[in-house]
């Protein structure tokens, strides 16, 4: 039986080097709404024919996003690993934009929030769909999934 979701996420400890109230708030924001909601399903067939559902770590090593993907008895199942370099500038644009939304909601006017608030969801979009395409053939995840995973992909790379 197939159930092309996951139950479970956590992030390297080790990869996250900083974050504010704002960031442990996204990120939390992001793992709730995954879980309550998603579609992961690992592309490669497995002998035994698992085929969810899992649970997922999340770590950046050497400048690339590692996924390392376990069966819900928490053994492993398989690792994917994902060059960072076209992450990098959609990362910076994202935090960068999100420090001016927080900003924005402490002292700006709510037309301003909203504008701001439109350039993130942008730039957010258009990243989760590079990431639904660097895992094409390996993962399949739908839009909202994406969207949750490249907001933890972006907390794993908060520089202090």
Not at 121 to 148: C, Y
Request: glycine residues 4%; aromatic residues 8%; negative net charge.
């Amino acid at each position: 039986m197939s159930d092309p979701r996951l139950i479970h996420i956590d992030l390297d400890q080790k990869s996250i080097i900083w974050r504010s109230a704002e960031i442990e708030q996204e990120r939390r924001i992001a793992i709730f709404d995954l879980l309550e909601g998603n579609h992961f399903a690992p592309q490669r067939a497995h002998d035994d024919g698992y085929a969810g559902p899992y649970r997922l770590n999340l770590r950046v090593e050497e400048g690339r996003l590692v996924f390392d993907i376990y069966r819900e008895d928490e053994s492993h199942l398989e690792t994917i690993i994902l060059g960072l370099a076209r992450f990098q500038r959609p990362i910076r644009e994202y935090w960068a934009i999100c420090d001016s939304y927080f900003q924005a909601v402490r002292q700006a006017t709510t037309q301003h929030i909203e504008t701001v608030d439109m350039a993130r969801r942008g730039i957010h979009n258009q990243a989760s769909e590079m990431l639904m395409e660097r895992l094409d053939g390996k993962i399949d995840v739908d839009f909202d999934t994406a969207r949750r995973l490249f907001t933890l992909i972006c907390v794993l790379h908060i520089k202090a």
